[in-house]
């Protein structure tokens, strides 16, 4: 995975231009994508627009996790059936695979799921998944197939997707999952996250599926919808996959999943420089707060839980110290950021009345 986060920091924010995404910032086989997650109530995940700063930083790190990527050898072999045979089953010949969520329902069990990809330069697509389905290894295809994105991906593109699949118990039922995504990239710009700054296309993918299941002792079957689920997606060269990702289920913000590996931080500044923090005192504040500020000149901007800007101040050379009263401000957390040559540094600022 390759690291642009040196040339996003040292370059001025008039120079981020769109991006095109393709098939090299896809994850392959051999990746691991580590990220943390955190609730994504009070997110404004819906402001979007060409040339926009969407500012994340506030984001607390959380629940820690990774995604690794394998070779499609590597999983059971059971499961490879259709998926590693490019001459019988082309369209479902995966590039790798990873570890997808368990899932069942009343007599259905399905765990030590393996979900299948195929990465090309045509796109980016979900071809199907191996699982043991009551304790009996089996191979599932989605035909067709889930194409989660195509390539080259671009602002302004907009694109529908229809799959299916169906997981049959020999004598027992059968059940089926259809799946409609529609795709937007509605936004490009740059992305502020705790620890990394990024240019970036924004992806809209709203996903609507139904299941049914059909009970072959009563030779009938019903079908019932599930919530709407919207995948708001910031994806970034390299990165394999989105650097941010919230999840909104039935209308209601669920979680946010985002890159955070504060080690890879590059800055252009000496290692002397590179240690040194933005200092906030007295923490909490309720009439105003001190800031001990770190290294050159720069922009000093604070916001709210909801990472709307509630102050901004620019800070001349050779100032040390800046005192802001936030006897206006309603009691809570809110996140400081100082933006200078040397790159970001941010504090946790909390306001008590």
Known sequence: MRSILTLVVMLPVFAVAQITIGPTDMPTAGDTVRYRTTSAAGLDYASTEAGIIWDFSMLTPDTEGADTCVTVASTPLLYQFFFNNGILYPQHQASHAQRGPSFGFQ????????????????GFRNVGFGANVNGVPASTRRIPVDWVHRFPLEYGDMDTSYSEFTLNVPSLFSFTQKQTRYNEVDGWGTLYLP?????????????????????????????????????????????????????VNAGQATTARFYYQPDDITLSAPSSVESARLIVAPNPANESVMFQLPGDPGVLTLHDAQGRQVRSLRVGKGSAQLRISVTDLAPGAYLARLSNAEGAHVARVMVEH
Do not use: C, H
């Open 107 to 122: 007599q259905l069990t399905v765990n030590d799921v393996f979900e299948y990809f195929k990465n090309d330069a045509i």
């Open 195 to 247: 620890a990394d700054t990024f240019d970036v296309l924004r992806v809209k993918s709203t996903l609507e599926r139904n299941d049914s299941i059909f009970i072959s002792q009563f030779g009938q079957g019903f079908s019932f919808p599930e919530p709407e689920t919207v995948e708001y997606k910031w994806i970034a060269l390299g990165m394999d996959g989105p650097v941010l990702q919230i999840n």
